[in-house]
């Protein structure tokens, strides 16, 4: 009986789990629209920057009381950190939001279907998690998803529409390195911690460029702008983050890579309301592969070991 009760309670904490992964991912999602609306007016690196400083002051009071936490952080879990605000935050955002000065938001956003895929094969080649047949073969499904969307781009809108795409795959990889790297330290760094070290080492990496676009720009912030950059900063970082570190660390690899279907969901269907752009028959059928792989790819068994938060 008591054994039983254990396994509800895991079974319970795995699927609250990836309910905070869906979250975090439709969050993220909606970074992509927000991030489409930013770059039209606002240099990508000044956008960046804006959207983390006030990341980093709405999570500063959450940080009360957990300050001792950092003299705790060994030279590992420091390098982990760093790595995760490079890729996850620095990297990730600025490669999407240059691959959206040449790409629409739904084209976008059908390609972040492809983390599923490319955090299968990191976590295979860097945390040596097994891919199944069944893995492989929705990791195949997710890349001709990807290659039709990005060879009929060519034919669309020119090469530009194409080296988007690859700037927007550049920031699914950086997506997936981030996860890699939590999951090394999932055990030994509350989400809270994790979540404010990664921003603040990502301003320092994004203070300089920023800086230099901010001295050259030739208009001020727009109101809807700095709506954009809070709404960026608050939603699609502080609360995506903490979403996703808090629950990465109590799930296997290809579980998380199947729970981040909920981000080209949640920027396609934002894409068609906000911005009202209009699907290409590529794009569905690419995305109709990328979402058939990442069925095929979610049945791995969740890890319920657990995280801190």
Same mark, same amino acid.
């Given at each position: 009986?008591?054994? #039983? ?7 319970? $904490? ?6 905070? +992964?869906?979250?975090? !991912?439709?969050?993220?999602?909606? *970074?992509?629209?927000?991030?489409? =609306? ?24 959450? !940080? ?19 790595? &995760? ?16 000065? =040449? ?43 990807? =290659? ?35 999951? $090394? ?20 990496? +994004? ?9 050259? !720009?030739?208009?001020?912030? *727009?109101? #809807? ?37 909920? !981000?080209?969901?949640? *920027? ?14 590529? &794009? ?26």
């Amino acid at each position: 009986m008591g054994r #039983e009760k254990q396994l509800v309670g895991e079974r319970i $904490r795995g699927y609250k789990a990836v309910v905070m +992964l869906i979250g975090a !991912m439709s969050l993220a999602g909606s *970074s992509v629209v927000v991030g489409k =609306m930013l770059v039209a007016t606002v240099p990508v690196f000044v956008a960046a920057f804006g959207s983390l400083l006030v990341a980093f002051v709405c999570i500063l009071p959450l !940080m009360l009381g957990r300050f001792g936490e950092l003299r705790l952080l060994t030279g590992r879990e420091w390098r982990y950190l760093f790595l &995760q605000g490079l890729c996850g935050i620095v990297l990730f955002r600025v490669f999407t939001l240059y691959g959206l000065h =040449m790409t629409g938001a739904v084209q976008a956003g059908i390609i972040t279907g492809a983390t599923p895929a490319v955090l299968a094969v990191l976590s295979l080649l860097l945390l040596g998690e097994r891919i199944s047949g069944r893995m492989a073969a929705g990791i195949v499904l997710a890349a001709l998803g990807c =290659m039709l969307i990005n060879i009929f781009s060519l034919g669309g809108s020119g090469e530009n529409n194409a080296l988007g795409s690859l700037l927007v795959g550049a920031a699914v990889v950086s997506e997936a390195l981030f996860t890699i790297f939590r999951k $090394r330290i999932c055990h030994s760094v509350s989400a809270t911690t994790n979540t404010a070290v990664l921003i603040f080492c990502s301003l320092l990496l +994004l203070a300089v460029p920023a800086a230099i676009q901010f001295r050259v !720009m030739n208009t001020s912030l *727009s109101l #809807e702008a700095i709506l954009a950059i809070v709404y960026y900063g608050v939603f699609a970082t502080v609360l995506a983050y903490l979403l996703w570190t808090a629950a990465v660390g109590q799930v296997s690899g290809s579980t998380a890579g199947a729970a981040t279907a909920a !981000m080209p969901a949640s *920027s396609v269907i934002l894409a068609l309301v906000v911005l009202g752009e209009p699907p290409h028959w590529h &794009q569905l059928a690419g995305c109709l592969l990328i979402i058939t792989g990442i069925l095929i790819t979610s049945g791995g068994r969740p890890d319920y070991s657990g995280s801190r938060s």
